[in-house]
T-cell receptor, first 110, second 115 residues
Framework: GQNIDQPTEMTATEGAIVQINCTYQTSGFNGLFWYQQHAGEAPTFLSYNVLDGLEEKGRFSSFLSRSKGYSYLLLKELQMKDSASYLCAVRESNTDKLIFGTGTRLQVFP | DADVTQTPRNRITKTGKRIMLECSQTKGHDRMYWYRQDPGLGLRLIYYSFDVKDINKGEISDGYSVSRQAQAKFSLSLESAIPNQTALYFC??????????????FGPGTRLLVL
C-alpha cells in the first residue's frame, strides 16, 4: 500500500532551527519532493532527493534515507514568512505519479 | 504572466449541476495533473495526462472526467456536482528534467463550493 506520514503541526521560534520528518511506504520509489504551501495559495517546489544524503539550498536542507523510507526537511534561521504547510511527496517508480502526505503546518512565533 | 492559470478561481454551484474547471499552461510541458485538496487529507490526484493522447485515472476519479484539448489545456468536469466535491482544486504541470528530476508547477487553485 501507499502511506506517507508527517506530523500534522509544529511550532518554532523565529531564528531557530526546525526539522520536519516524513516517512513513506510506496509502490516503488523514484524521488522525494518537499513543497511549501502558504494558506490559500498553491504549493511551490522546495527540494528534490533521489539519492541518499543531504541536499542543501540556502536556509533549507533535505535529507533522504531510502533504506529507512525516511526524509526530513531542515529549516534554519526561521523567519515569520516560513509559517506555512510543508508537503512531503514521493514519486512512484511504476506510475510516475506523485503521492502526497497530508502536510505539516508550521507556525513560527516571534 | 502566470505559467499555469486556472479558471474560474472561485465557483459556487448547486447539487446536480455540471461544471467545468479549466487549466492552461505556457510552460510547454507534456504532463498535466488535477488534484483536489481537503483539510486534513492533503493533495489527492484525480486525473493525469502525460501527453495529449494519454489520460489516466488517479486515486479519486469517480464523479469526475477530463479532457486534454491540447498540450497547453487540461479541463476537469464534474458531470453532476455533489456537496462532498466541495474542495480546493489544483492543476499542475511537469516535465522530466535532468536525472529524472520532475518538478510539478501548480496553478493558483479553484475554490469550489457545491450547495
Amino acid at each position: 500500500g501507499q502511506n506517507i506520514d508527517q506530523p500534522t503541526e509544529m511550532t518554532a521560534t523565529e531564528g531557530a532551527i526546525v526539522q520536519i520528518n516524513c516517512t513513506y511506504q510506496t509502490s516503488g520509489f523514484n524521488g522525494l519532493f518537499w513543497y511549501q504551501q502558504h494558506a490559500g495559495e498553491a504549493p511551490t517546489f522546495l527540494s528534490y532527493n533521489v539519492l541518499d544524503g543531504l541536499e542543501e539550498k540556502g536556509r533549507f536542507s533535505s535529507f533522504l534515507s531510502r533504506s529507512k523510507g525516511y526524509s526530513y526537511l531542515l529549516l534554519k534561521e526561521l523567519q515569520m514568512k516560513d509559517s506555512a504547510s510543508y508537503l512531503c511527496a514521493v514519486r512512484e517508480s511504476n506510475t510516475d505519479k506523485l503521492i502526497f502526505g497530508t502536510g505539516t503546518r508550521l507556525q513560527v512565533f516571534p | 504572466d502566470a505559467d499555469v492559470t486556472q479558471t474560474p478561481r472561485n465557483r459556487i454551484t448547486k447539487t446536480g449541476k455540471r461544471i467545468m474547471l479549466e487549466c492552461s499552461q505556457t510552460k510547454g510541458h507534456d504532463r498535466m495533473y488535477w488534484y483536489r485538496q481537503d483539510p486534513g487529507l492533503g493533495l489527492r490526484l484525480i486525473y493525469y495526462s502525460f501527453d495529449v493522447k494519454d489520460i489516466n485515472k488517479g486515486e479519486i476519479s469517480d464523479g469526475y472526467s477530463v479532457s486534454r484539448q491540447a498540450q497547453a489545456k487540461f479541463s476537469l468536469s464534474l458531470e453532476s456536482a455533489i456537496p462532498n466535491q466541495t474542495a480546493l482544486y489544483f492543476c499542475a504541470t511537469s516535465d522530466l528534467g535532468q536525472g529524472g528530476r520532475e518538478t510539478q508547477y501548480f496553478g493558483p487553485g479553484t475554490r469550489l463550493l457545491v450547495l
